[in-house]
């Protein structure tokens, strides 16, 4: 029917395969009518929305998943349309105010309220209250966040407000003070590979622990990416047996060259043949800050003990500039020349200014 | 004074005259003017130094007209009153005697008679002219000078206007020194327009080819060849075929001019619609239509001729139907309308009048509608040295002490600007100042310097100021040397900094690559940097006033990449080429989020793979290598059970993410499966597929593609009839066990199952949809905010309605399909075919 990612999904606490404490921890908190508002985080693939809809169901019954896909449009104060998917059911509304870029703030304060002004209608719910869920809330703006933190106060009794994160870091405190932070941490390796045996008792079939261990060190604790990759493996050779071959993402292989261009060759030419590459990743959508880190990552890898501290300073120096600006590009590049001048520098160690 | 010498040169000009139109553009092309081109030709020819005397004039603009009446309108009194004595109504003989004894017997209605070199006759066909009849005396003032003195007149006045040919002889006489310099000089006939005269006879020639429908003259056998491409034989009222034309040029070169004079010189009244006047469709019906369909302007006897200038700054032109210049050029189309209705169209006549456009842009986007239908001729600069000449020629008439150098230097920094060199001139002499160069250097500051192009702002921050650019500046060494304010003004007069700070990124990367020092280009990116911040911070919170800071970050690029004999700077794309296909890609990923928001176990429940990143980091690379396995291209009715299973499980994969294969034909003329949405860029990267995923061979995605075709019908039945047996059917043959799904079957009932078909595209979703409504309709659905759920009525209730028939009426049906694997397989007893 549908991909594995989504078929073996857990749809109740119980059912989810690690983090047991934190399942009854919710549960708990589902059950004691006293629910607050909590701050979910975690690195990507962890299993935070997993938890968040689990933890739903406990709350409301069957009956958050009957779900609607709304496309809302606000209207900024520059007068400019905002378009948003709301993904809402009858107890719960789940929106991602980063598709709004600048204009988040207006997301928040328009819908926010106009759900929390409202009480349940549904005599038989649950619960007294509805959901909130905000994904992404590590990229709401400062104005968004200052705009949620009177609102999760003052309309406690008909709202709760569910936050997902990648990192709490870019998050306000009073937000953090306000919510109940609930970490969830990648799996381990062996957390992982049950899952995926899980997968493959499910479907009858013979899954060798080399091959399950294989890919979950690759996902990295990402158990997203382990699923597809497994799902992907076993499209490709339906018997897993043999040494896998594991495709890395075709982004990620494209940056892995460029780090390797760079380390190779410092010259203007090499400038000119990296800027190339990088048009090319940008212009896969891909998004400059991720490809920042993960050539930055590989370049490490590659330079000398001495150069890694630095090179690693100035891809954060960089991230923020290009934070900053528009053109990520102008910055991409302004980071790669600066590599490869600290890398000449050290390779000949002299100090060229003097031939200035 | 004899008369044979006045034939040729007076009246006959260098060629043999045949007929009216021929005389009129033989006087166009012909060098020596001739004194009244007109197309109401002469009146009378009262005396042979009068008419002598015109043509040595003729250069000049508004004396010319001075001394033009006096002998005509004398002539004209002396004929009324002698054809009233004599009766007189023959012809007018053009023989030395008649005309020396009866030069003022003309009759209005007769012809001109004339003999050519050759001996031939031709004859002039005249127009009644309405003279006001003079008050004094009709004979006195004729004969009052002397011939000799008059002689001796026109000897003095040929030689100055030898000297000076656009003579003033006397420019203290004149009180026109109110009048702006543009309008005193703007040429008032043919032969006084400067320049290009291969577009002013070409403009000519198309007005004239309006001859035959406005005058209703026949066209000349002569030139009816020429004519021909653009002739309309089937047109009733002989119209040329192209009944518009634009005109497009640089500012200032006497576009304008050039229609006007040509308009008179024709014989039309021109009727101007300018940027000033209100230019609306409305305005079309209003005012322009009138004005075409009456013929003439009231009070005027001359047809119209409507000049519309500076169309390209006419709104609504693009995809606006009701744009000017859409209802426009619909005039020219009003006749086919009218022979399809005949009684509907009455008022709407013909357009029967000439249209002239003028504009600076041709590829103006308003103009889009305008080019296809229009007869396009382009105005380019004249050549500088007739500029210069007819400048120093003004200088003169003006008193003003102007230097060619100096005229040349203005004509070059005007970049042939006729009007602005003028303009600039009275400026000068409004301060009673000689013309020298630096002078012109100081008043022409800030001229025309919107018309500099990014590349060029862009080699003069990359290359050091060349001698010549020194020198057509006219900058010092001193000056030469700061470059801040000479560069950051460019840069600002562009008004483009994206622009000029994207070719610096381009390009300053190729300057000093011999230098192993890296330092310069970090210095650069130091500057790009900044520069993006700032201009990123203006525009996000609208504080334009940091604008005024950016074109010193761009200048700093002259002092760290100037390089004598560097490469030149070339338009560089590569930016924006990447932005379209970033565009593209953008499109692509919708599409894909909008098939994967559609799959899932319900609606919405894959939304966890497209949120954020994910849908392009792990997503788009992983997916492709799913739907790509190894599979042999086989028959599907061959494969082995394993394959079969890897198939079906592909197609159901492809099937719920709203992935097709879409068959179409190469550029090499073979067939191929394209991926719809082509999610295949995501792992292509220079041109190349990932090398860890097999190539899908044209067999394989054949079979793939029939497979899915296969699975959309099924599902298209089942979606009809709603019937469960035929869905277990399917999910039987799936690669998974079939409990789980029934399980999950059972538990979401009916509802979610039509959710999940609402997949399919097209009308069968919306299909699905009201059946969906009918399913609930017992249970009113209240959405999250307790409000009821009203469905988005896509298709009208008559529709649904013919849906709902269409249920009844369907009975269920098995379709076999010879060879697919869609045909619904039943246990036939053996007895039953006996």
Known sequence: ?356 | MTVDSFLPTGLLGPKPIVSPPAFVSNGLLGDSSIPTLDTEPFTCISDAPHSQSVPHSSDNTSEDDAPSPGPLASSQDAFLSVSDILGLKSNFKENPESCTASRVLIHPRASLRATTFNGKLVFIPRKPRVMIPQKSSPMANLLDVPIHRLMDELSVSATSSTITPTSKPDASHRPLDDMLWVDQYRPQRFTELLGNERVAREVMAWVKQWDWCVFGKRRNKKRHREDDQNYDPEDEYHRPREKLLLISGPPGLGKTTLTHVIAAQAGYEAVEINASDTRSAQSVEDRVRPILESGSTIGSTKPVLLIVDEIDGATGGGDNSNGFVQKLVSLTFDKPKKKRNVGAQKDKRPLLRPIICICNDLNAHSLAKLRPHAHQIRYTRPADIHIVKRLREICALEGLDADTSALSTLVNVAKGDLRGCLNTLQFIKSRNEDVTEELIRRATVGMKETDVTATAVLNEIFAPLSRKRIRELAISDMEEARYVNRLSRAVEALNNHPNIANGCFAHYMNCHRHEANMTRYETANEWLGTFDIISSAMYADGDFGLQAYLPYLLVSFHPLCRERAGKRVERDSTDWDNLLIKRTNENILKSLYDGICASGRNTGANRHLIMGQVLQLEFAPYINRIISPHLRPVNSQIIKPAERALLARLVEITVSLELRFVQERAEDGQMVYRLDPPVDVFVTYDGRRAPDIAISRYAVRHLIATEIDASLVTRQTVAVENVRPVHKKTAAREFDNAEDKTVDAEEQGPLERTQSFASDPGPLSKRTRTEKHVDIADKPPVDFFGRPVTIPKAAPTSVSKAKHQMNRVFQTTYRYREGNSAAVRKAVKVASFI
């Open chain 1, 1 to 356: 029917m549908s991909l594995w990612v989504d078929r073996f999904r857990p749809k109740t606490l119980d059912e989810l395969h690690y983090h047991q404490s934190l399942s009854t921890r919710l549960k708990a908190l589902a059950s004691s009518g006293d629910f607050p508002h909590i701050l979910f985080y975690g690195p990507s693939g962890a299993g935070k929305k997993t938890r968040i809809s689990c933890t739903l169901r406990q709350l409301f019954g069957s009956g958050v998943e009957k779900l609607k896909i709304d496309q809302r449009v606000f209207v900024s104060p520059s007068r400019r349309k905002i378009e948003i998917n709301v993904v809402q059911s009858n107890y719960h509304i789940e929106i991602t105010p980063s598709e709004a870029g600048n204009f988040d703030r207006v997301i928040i304060q328009e819908l926010i309220k106009e759900i929390a002004q409202t009480q349940q209608v549904d005599v038989s719910a649950k619960q007294r209250f509805k959901v909130v869920v905000i994904n992404e809330a590590d990229t709401l703006s400062r104005d968004a966040q200052a705009a949620l933190r009177r609102t999760m106060e003052k309309y406690m009794s008909n709202l709760r407000i569910i936050l997902c994160a990648n990192s709490t870091s870019r998050l306000i405190a009073p937000i953090k003070s306000r919510c109940l932070l609930i970490r969830v941490a990648a799996p381990s390796t062996e957390e992982m590979q049950t899952v995926l045996e899980h997968v493959a008792k499910k479907l009858k079939f013979d899954l060798p622990p080399e091959a399950s261990c294989q890919i979950a060190e690759d996902a990295a604790g990402n158990m997203r990416k382990a699923l597809l990759v497994f799902e992907t493996l076993k499209m490709q050779s339906p018997d897993l047996s043999g040494p896998l071959n594991i495709a890395k993402p075709d982004w990620e292989t494209y940056c892995h060259k460029i780090a390797d261009l760079i380390v190779q060759e410092q010259s203007p030419e090499r400038v000119m043949q990296v800027r190339a590459k990088f048009y090319e990743l940008l212009s896969h959508c891909i998004p400059p800050t991720i490809i920042l880190k993960t050539v930055a990552d590989r370049v490490v890898e590659r330079v000398d003990e001495a150069l890694k501290a630095d090179v690693m300073h100035w891809a954060a120096f960089y991230e923020l500039r290009m934070r900053m600006g528009n053109k990520k590009i102008y910055h991409l590049e302004a980071w790669v020349v600066k590599i490869m001048c600290l890398y000449k520098h050290f390779t000949y160690n002299i100090d060229m200014s003097e031939f200035d």
